[in-house]
């Protein structure tokens, strides 16, 4: 039985839609949530363009877009991933996934704000770096460090051995070892920092669901590859817009003195620092990173429930 989500009455409220559109010779599924862009009410709501993070879909990001009523958020599915088919015929490193976003926010959201979250904060900043045209960029939990040198870094080591022998067994036995789910749970446990236990099963639950929603082992590992060979400060130089880095202080994966490092390496940059939350702001603490996106994008407080 799937568990209750912490945030569904407040999701429930905001209308989403789903769209397709052809992105480089493939079908990109994307959800739009809040004020349809033809409303004449809502000409003057921000759009919000969502870039979930490795292994996750646009579920995953639904607890911030709980937090923003009001908002028209437009959040696809990565190639390779959810109800995205991988590019054919391609490589999915970061010269492709950049691209990609680039094409799908021309195609379907020019001039919105960009977000990405974590392996998304990757794609987005390159993305921007990069010539996509936004007036603001965030980066919720931003890979602001190799992966390998993070406060997890043998876990990322042992990921990588995972990734690698789950590409060169056999087909169905590699997946097989992908998809284990005694392996999805342990990822799970070890990024979840919460000690609640209804948003812990939450968060078991999204992972058990989403986590394996992967088109094949082969885009599974080049994703992979590309998530800890890459990290968003070979792009923060680049971007010229004004960017908010929302951290969290017990991140597993890129530590917070690393992420303030980070902060300064950008030309217009705010950090905001999410304390006893790691990896995990979008399900932890999504009121808190909802609350910091308002105030960036300067729109009112969202009403009280």
Partial sequence: MPAASPYAARLGEIPVARHQVQVRGSTTAYWVYGPAPDDPEAS??????????????????????????????VSPDLPGFGETPPIPKHQHDLELYAEWLRQFASAVAPGAVVLGHSFGSIVASAAVAGGLQT??????????????????????????????????????????LLRSPLIVRVASIAMATTSDPVLRRFIHDQHDTYFSSFADRDV???????????DVRASAGSIRVPTLLIAAQQDQITPI?????????????????????GHLIHYEAPAEAAGAIRRFLRLPVAPAR
């Fill in 44 to 73: 003057d709501v921000p759009t919000v363009l969502a870039v979930h993070g490795f292994r996750g879909e646009h579920h995953g990001l639904e607890p911030i877009i709980a937090y923003l009523p009001g908002v028209r958020i």
């Fill in 135 to 176: 007036p603001r960029l965030i980066l919720i939990n931003p890979i602001g460090a190799p992966a390998l040198e993070g406060p997890k870094g043998l876990l990322t080591r042992l990921a990588v051995l995972y990734y690698a022998l789950g590409a060169r067994l056999p087909e169905a036995l590699g997946t097989a």
């Fill in 220 to 230: 599974l590992h080049q994703a992979f590859v590309t998530s800890v060979s890459h």
């Fill in 257 to 277: 003195r690393a992420e303030r490092e980070l902060a300064a390496m950008f030309p217009q940059a705010e950090l905001v620092e999410i304390a006893d939350v």
